[in-house]
């Protein structure tokens, strides 16, 4: 951890500043078993890719990656003319409509499977992708030479690498530090008088710049030189925004507030807070989901989950809450913030034993918690602007838990200052459905008898809510229990009840089950799970997805209860280098061309397809654009068509690949 500089300033502000690189450097391979390969980099180097161009009208671009090898390989290619041209009418007479596709046959193709693209059918606008920033990631980032260090942070950042546009950072300590602490020990401070940052926060992930002995180090990198961020009254002009800018969310950690009372109640283990009034009030607040100005720009992004403890509340209505402490300790190293959950992992905190940090919410608890207490306490502080999600659990909570909060209220732009509009209710027919025959089991598996049970655990009940609706914008949802839990039963319905809230997944990991194996370097299969769950929650109106630990030792640690886990970036400190893994890759085919703002749209698969290998997204970007992502998880290859208005693209989807196609539409 001796370098200079901080962690979280040189990952949250990749530079314009930086020299673009001279050309995409291929994969330096290792493998660990056949298949088995990961891209090496080192203090003298490192693979890139080069930045997102445009192709020509009537071409596109195709990037690939593979079991067999590939890495986000470029190729190019040309669509197909001999289709009806772009432009031209549907019928005889010189007024008819012009086409909205081109006329494909089948037997044009050598498949039975054609993708036609419709951006007549709209849906949800991205947020974005990123990774957390935990303590065990900045450790291991600072523990490689100066030099590695900033070939991984622009790895992720920068345009020769991923883009994240999303950073997700905790407050305090959760399972991936070295030992739990809080921001404030004292017992019974409910004034926060002792509330101060930790050195994990200002030398690792919020100093500036200023500290040494960060990741973020300044000043010493020559044409790398990271660029201190301007004051928060002097952002730069909307022009100089990119692609490129990295935006920070903020992880509640149940342990910011005091840990300890004079009982010596622990930090693990089931536990709840204790407080007067209508309901419990929580120590911890979760998650936060901020925005990071930067010397180019402003972005958005996540802080890494926290962790809770057990302490004595204080009465609702008092409306001192740290998120707000939290948000003003950062804004000193000029960090602003988009938004903050309400709590990380609320159920955890209900199950006995618990091994690490949390704290117990039950749905009705977490919006009494929202009305009486984080919600007016954000409302009146400088930090009105930042929003708020619920949940940030399994979605198996879904739709129960959101509408404990907020159907009383209307559409989150509206809200602000406004009166409860009581006639306001989502016109959707359909109806939430009950939990999930099994996750109900699980429930009982989970939690004893006199715990409340999974299916008093609800966003949905949240957002009924009129006081605590009017305070919330939109729900965070993980991804361990997705087995248990379908996206039809509760993802779906959440949105078609709330459609104006945003649903956002903002934490995932591999080896966190205990039939897991910890790292495997050089899984494709791996790979394989992320970008199948990426393409699921897309395609069921989640507005971007957000991995966990950016960088883990070979162990997948530190971790200080061992609850180790893989990671898309391995780094062995007693070599000076890291491994790329297929994770980190098949992130980047969704991260690197689907910029925030960018649209869902249709893409239609023939009627004569009624079963495929292949899963796929399209969108529309903000600057026209086309992108389509395919992936091929089968061990066979797989031919099939892609159409648009531009023309046909006859292609094939290797054994298992990915691939991301980009295009201009006319």
């Known amino acids: 951890m001796g370098a200079t500089g901080a962690l979280g300033w040189r990952l949250l502000l990749l530079l314009q500043a930086l020299h673009r690189a001279a050309g995409a450097r291929p994969c330096s391979p290792k493998y660990f078993g056949r298949d088995a390969m990961v891209c090496v980099c080192n203090a003298t180097y490192c693979d890139t890719l080069d930045p997102v161009v445009l192709p020509a009208p009537g071409t596109y671009v195709k990037y690939e990656s593979s079991k067999a090898g590939k890495r986000l390989e470029r190729s190019e290619g040309s669509f197909q003319r001999s289709l009806r041209a772009p432009g031209t009418r549907c019928g005889r007479q010189r007024w008819a409509r012009p086409c909205l596709r081109p006329a494909v046959t089948l037997a044009s193709l050598p498949t039975d499977l054609l993708l036609t693209v419709d951006t007549t059918q709209r849906y949800q606008k991205v947020k974005g992708f990123g990774g957390s920033v935990t303590d ?76 040494p002995g960060g990741m973020w180090g300044g000043g010493r990198r020559g044409s790398a030189q990271i660029i201190p961020l301007p004051p928060p009254a002097d952002p730069p002009p909307a022009s100089s925004l990119g692609h490129e800018q990295a935006a920070a969310v903020a992880v509640r950690e149940p342990l910011d507030l005091p840990s300890l009372d004079e009982d010596q109640r622990v930090l693990c283990g089931e536990g709840h807070a204790e407080g007067a009034g209508r309901g419990q009030v929580p120590q911890d607040l979760g998650q936060l989901l901020c925005t990071v100005r930067s010397a180019w720009g402003e972005g958005t992004g996540e802080i890494p989950r926290g962790s809770s403890a057990v302490v004595l509340g204080r009465p609702h209505g008092s409306h001192l809450s740290p998120a707000p402490r939290f948000l003003d300790e950062y804004a000193k190293h000029n960090l602003t913030f988009w938004a903050v959950t309400a709590e990380n992992e609320p159920t955890a905190g209900l199950i006995n034993n618990y091994p690490f940090q949390c704290l117990g919410f039950t749905a009705e608890q977490q919006r009494d918690f929202i009305a009486r207490d984080l919600g007016p306490a954000l409302a009146n502080s400088s930090h009105r602007h930042v929003q708020l ?62 715990d409340p049970v999974v299916a008093n655990f609800s966003p949905c009940q ?14 965070g949802i993980h991804w361990y229990l997705d087995f248990i839990g379908p996206i039809q039963d509760t993802v779906v319905p959440t949105h078609e009840l709330f459609p104006d809230y945003f649903i956002l997944a903002t934490e995932a990991c591999i080896g966190a089950h205990f039939w897991e ?150």
């Open 136 to 211: 065990a990631a900045a450790i291991n980032i600072l523990s490689l030479p100066e030099t590695a260090q900033d070939h991984l942070l622009r790895s992720y950042f920068s345009e020769e690498g991923l883009e994240y546009n999303l950073v997700r950072l905790p407050m305090a300590s959760c399972d991936f530090s070295l030992h739990a602490y809080t921001y404030d020990d004292v017992p019974f401070d409910y004034e926060l008088t002792h509330f101060s940052l930790r050195d994990e926060d200002t030398k690792l992930k919020a100093s500036g710049g200023r500290e």
């Open 389 to 450: 999600i619920i949940l940030d659990d399994n979605r198996l909570h879904l739709p129960h838990w959101a509408k404990v909060v907020s159907a009383a209220w209307g559409p989150p732009a509206q809200r602000a200052g406004a009166e409860p509009q009581s006639r306001w209710r989502s016109t959707s027919p359909r109806r939430a459905r009950p939990l999930h025959p099994a996750a109900q089991g699980l429930g009982r598996w989970l939690f004893s008898p006199r």
């Open 462 to 475: 949240v957002l009924e809510d009129e006081e605590a609706a009017r305070y919330v914008h939109g729900i």
């Open 517 to 666: 194996r910890d790292v495997i370097l050089g899984c494709w299969d791996r790979g394989n799970q992320y970008s199948h769950s990426i393409l699921m929650n897309l395609n069921h109106f989640v507005v971007g997805w957000t991995d966990w630990n950016l960088a883990l030792d070979l162990e997948g640690g530190p971790n200080w209860v061992k609850n180790y886990v893989d990671s898309p970036i391995i780094v062995d400190t007693s070599e000076g280098i890291f491994y790329k893994q297929p994770m980190f890759y098949h992130m980047g085919h969704f991260s690197k061309f689907i910029p925030e703002g960018s649209q869902r749209v249709g893409l239609i698969a023939s009627k004569e397809s009624k079963k495929t290998d292949l899963e796929y997204t399209a969108f529309l970007r903000p600057d026209g654009a086309v992108v389509v992502v395919v992936l091929n998880r089968s061990p066979q290859n797989v031919t099939f068509g892609l159409a648009d208005t531009v023309g046909l693209i006859a292609a094939m989807a290797p054994a298992s690949s990915i691939q991301t196609y980009l295009w201009q539409r006319q």
